[in-house]
């Protein structure tokens, strides 16, 4: 029988292997092996021929840690993301969330703890598994507020340096009363009070 991987989990691959190209892909996987298919698992095709689950390597050095993203997967179905609808759940190093339980991690104590790789299903309707809604959750790893800051402080060192060779030309041209104006500018800037 032909099958395929739920279209939501293929654009979260998409997604992870372009933030992490070099990850280990060891414990990768959507469909399941001889064992799955004995038992009841996502990682078997449905009906349909769809495969609602996927397996997603742990490899901080690779820049990927699997237990972070198990977070933003549960943060995602918080948010109610159109693909963690009814059905979804992901498993990381001996935790669960599901839809089911409002997201909340619970103790997980299958025969894998999952410490190698986050399991994640995706809802049961085809609505759900076959959502092209963006993810978003490698963008997030990526940008941290220690960058946002960066950037507001090269931004503010920017503004400021404007109005310091403003202030020079002003200076000359205009008289003290611009000067004063162009001080408290500055204090604005500096202080992060100046309006939008
Ligand atoms: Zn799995």
Redesign the pocket.
Known sequence: MSWRTAYSLDELLDAINAAAPDRSKAAD?SI?DTA?SSRT???NPNPAGVVR???FTHDPAGGFDAHAFAEDIRQLGIAGHPALGPGAYV?SRGRIASATYGWDWRDYDGS?P?DH?T???VATAAAGYDSNALWGVMQEDTMQDADFDKIRTIAREEAERAVAKAGDIVKIDVGTKAKRSLATVLKEIRNGTRPQ
Do not use: C, P
Request: zero cysteines; hydrophobic letters at 20%.
């Open positions: 996987g399941g799955h698992s996502d990682h689950a996927r397996d498993i894998n999952h790789h399991h994640v299903s």
